[in-house]
């Protein structure tokens, strides 16, 4: 009698990089550390928040999001689509700041969320946005939702 145990498979290699903090790729090879990963959607979302708040990003806003976006406004039905992004989300309140706080993304560093709070007009709220990584290794926003009364 003795201790039998398998070949190993991608399965044993996802569970040794979870305990390593990297993740594994589709063919089971460990790639880049799932930590650079989080630092690099949080600076993605912080950079936003920037250009967003310089009005700089205004314009650009349409391009961080993927084109099947859903959106989440309170007082609003939810949205997908630039039309509608336009209306709602470009005709904000300009002393619409918001703060990034934090970012965690999957092992697989294809999908992740950001959250933080923003501000309009002395009013704080909080955010939520899920990333997905696109085939060019850019974060584009799938899913944005925030609890601002509007």
């Known amino acids: 009698m003795?201790?039998?145990?398998d070949n190993p498979t991608p399965n044993h290699l996802n569970d040794f990089a979870e305990v390593q903090g990297r993740n594994v790729d589709g063919r089971g090879k460990l790639s880049?550390?799932?930590d650079k990963c989080e630092e690099a959607l949080l600076a993605r979302d912080?950079?936003?928040?920037?250009?967003?708040?310089?009005?700089?990003?205004?314009s650009k806003y349409l391009s961080v999001y993927d084109p099947r976006a859903l959106c989440y406004r309170m007082?609003?039905?939810?949205?997908?689509?630039e039309s509608q992004f336009r209306e709602v989300v470009l005709r904000s309140d300009d002393s619409l700041r918001f703060t990034p706080l934090a970012a965690s993304v999957s092992r697989s560093c294809d999908l992740?969320?950001?959250y933080g709070?923003?501000?309009?007009?002395?009013e704080v709220a909080y955010y939520l946005r899920i990333w997905r990584r696109n085939s060019e290794g850019i974060w584009k926003v799938v899913l944005d939702l925030d609890n601002l009364q509007r």
Not at 2 to 5: K, M, P, S
Not at 75 to 81: A, D, R
């Open 2 to 5: 003795g201790i039998v145990h």
């Open 32 to 34: 880049q550390p799932v």
């Open 46 to 58: 912080e950079q936003f928040a920037q250009e967003f708040s310089l009005r700089v990003g205004r």
């Open 75 to 81: 007082g609003v039905p939810p949205f997908i689509g």
């Open 112 to 114: 992740g969320y950001s």
């Open 117 to 122: 709070s923003l501000e309009v007009r002395g």
